[in-house]
């Protein structure tokens, strides 16, 4: 069974800073990996898919990237706002999708 | 373009009582999913769908049954409530193959079963 790891489960790190969030899984096969925002009380907004064929994907301050054949995943979030706190969740589709527990982010203005 | 939505958004149960959780979409979606998510386990998949008519077990089906009579919506029933399923549940669509898609997920269900 696919097991998907988060760490550290909670960080908090200074506006301005960047930061790296780590998503590792213990199957690489799989189709794709997915990045969510999970906001206290919300559902799950997708921020980056990428595709088991890629390394990489970018969206405006944040950076995905994805070493499959490790099983590691990270998500670069540059010159953090507090606004991006929230609860950072990965996902791999393989035959089902699978979760992990994600990192709860703090950003201090 | 309403995206994803749950009915009701907040639920308490007694023990042995049954219920049914709404999904709705309007994106035209084929594939529907329903999760639970509980502390420091992250979520986990209920059931899922990949069409009209057709209804899939997920990794944690046992107490549940689902239902896809219409393409954008995805029922969840609770034929006699336990208190382990306390939990939020959320629904969640993509436009077709799993494997390649985003999922869009809804605002999600509280349901507290006492």
């Known amino acids: 069974k696919q097991e998907v790891t988060q760490i550290p489960a909670a960080l908090s790190v200074p506006e301005g800073e960047n930061l790296v969030l780590n998503c590792s899984f213990t199957?690489?096969?799989?189709?794709?990996l997915q990045w969510f925002r999970q906001d206290p009380g919300k559902g799950l907004t997708s921020l980056l898919l990428?595709?088991?064929?890629?390394r990489e994907q970018t969206s405006g301050r944040l950076n995905a990237s994805l070493d499959k054949s490790s099983g590691r995943s990270t998500l670069y979030i540059a010159a953090s706002q507090p606004g991006d706190s929230a609860t950072y969740l990965c996902?791999?589709?393989?035959?089902?999708?699978?979760f992990g527990t994600g990192t709860s982010l703090t950003v201090i203005p | 373009n309403a995206g994803v939505t749950q009915t009701p958004k907040f639920r308490v149960l007694k023990t042995g009582q049954s219920m049914t959780l709404l999904c709705a979409q309007d994106?035209?979606?084929?594939?529907m999913y329903w999760y639970r998510q509980d502390p420091g386990m992250g979520l986990r998949l209920i059931h899922y769908?990949?069409?009209?008519?057709?209804?899939a077990k997920g990794e944690v089906p046992d107490g549940y049954n689902v239902s896809r009579l219409k393409k954008q919506n995805f029922l969840l029933g609770l034929e006699s409530a336990a208190p382990s399923q306390t939990s939020v549940y959320f629904c969640a669509s993509t436009l077709g193959d799993r494997g390649t898609e985003t999922q869009y997920f809804g605002p999600g269900t509280r349901l507290l079963v006492l």
């Open positions: 769908s990949v069409g009209e008519g057709t209804t």
């Open positions: 994106m035209n979606h084929e594939y």
């Open positions: 996902a791999v589709s393989g035959n089902q999708f699978y």
């Open positions: 199957d690489s096969a799989i189709y794709n």
């Open positions: 990428i595709q088991s064929s890629q």
